[in-house]
């Protein structure tokens, strides 16, 4: 079994491949699309995270591979139709950075509640402006909205829950855990009329592109809050810029943008009341391990069993 790693994975996971009988390992990062479609048919199994874009074009001749593993959850960044097309089977690993992603999601609405970033700049640059930033707000007896209720969607809610919030959600696939957590479902319009604050835990598909803009926000409550830490262009971002300047939003912050790195002319980064990170979601230490480690078990499993867990689609051959 022949693995070419595009993108950079945990050593732990890496050994553990290494270790593997059969298996063959060679981290190439960085490939150019020229490059990785000159490479890829040499490998039984390609193995990506976020960064490298597997294209129609790169998998237009297979050659002989046979698994295109995404060590996270998001497959954007694949065209799974050609690998389809192409008798390729996607795989992904749910759940391994789930509460690294989680985290940062509760991180990012304390902080907006609290105007922790201004408030930390400006204190360390040796301004002492309490006065300006002691009306912030708490999360507490505020109503959570999730866009999503998925592994991520799940793990925010019980975090917030412990702040002594309500938590609704929508998902188009009612999940069982909504009852068990004590969370309810509702349509997405109620979702955005009853929130203080929405929190997206989507996928970025066709019908996710853009499902943010306007209209939604226009339902909103005043003052409320948007974060985002699923997929770039799920929000439509000119329309978020317009909801921050006009006092619809109170605040917004983003771990993803449509285009990645997001332009230093960007809209977005000129507001005072938008935080933005750099798509560190799934980038603690123990996420990353968690995730490479699962795609080594998977793989090895995929190796002696032919059977490919988490696989996204059916190949036709």
């Given amino acids: 079994m022949k693995v070419l790693v595009a993108d950079e994975l945990s050593a732990e996971g890496l050994e553990t491949l290494r270790k593997a009988p059969g298996f063959t390992v060679e981290v190439r990062t960085g490939l150019k699309p020229a490059e990785l479609k000159a490479l890829v048919g040499q490998y039984d199994v390609l193995a990506v995270r976020s960064a490298t874009r597997v294209t129609a074009e790169v998998l237009e001749r297979p050659g002989q591979l046979k698994l295109i ?10 065209d799974v139709d050609a690998a ?20 940062l999601t509760i991180g990012l609405m304390l902080a907006l509640h609290r105007q922790l970033v201004p408030a930390i700049t400006t204190t360390k640059s040796g301004r002492w402006e309490k006065r300006r930033f002691a009306g912030g707000h708490e999360l507490f007896r505020k109503t959570v909205g999730l866009v999503g209720f998925g592994s991520v969607g799940q793990l925010v809610a019980q975090r917030c829950m412990a702040f002594g919030t309500t938590v609704l959600a929508y998902d188009p696939h009612p999940v069982e855990a909504s009852r068990r957590l004590g969370v309810e479902i509702v349509p997405l319009d109620e979702l955005f009329r009853r929130s203080d604050v929405i929190s997206l835990h989507v996928p970025l598909t066709e019908s996710t ?13 005043k003052g409320g809050y948007l974060v985002n830490c699923a997929r770039g262009g799920i929000v439509d971002e000119g329309a978020l810029a317009a909801a921050l300047r006009d006092g619809t939003l109170a605040g917004a912050a983003m771990d993803v943008f449509a285009t990645e790195p997001v332009p230093a002319d960007h809209p977005l980064l000129s507001l005072e009341n938008f935080l933005c990170t750099p798509h560190l979601g ?5 996420g990353q391990i968690a ?3 699962q795609l080594a078990e998977q ?4 190796a002696r069993t032919g059977h490919v867990r988490h696989a996204l689609n059916a190949p036709a051959h």
């Fill in 291 to 293: 995730c490479a480690n």
């Fill in 69 to 78: 593993a995404r060590a996270g959850v998001g497959v954007d960044n694949i």
């Fill in 282 to 286: 799934a980038s603690t230490e123990e």
């Fill in 84 to 103: 389809t097309r192409k008798g390729v089977v996607v795989m992904n690993t749910p759940g391994g950075n789930s509460v690294a992603v989680a985290e």
């Fill in 209 to 221: 592109r853009s499902l943010v803009g306007a209209r939604l926000l226009g339902l909103m409550r």
């Fill in 299 to 302: 793989l090895v499993e995929y």
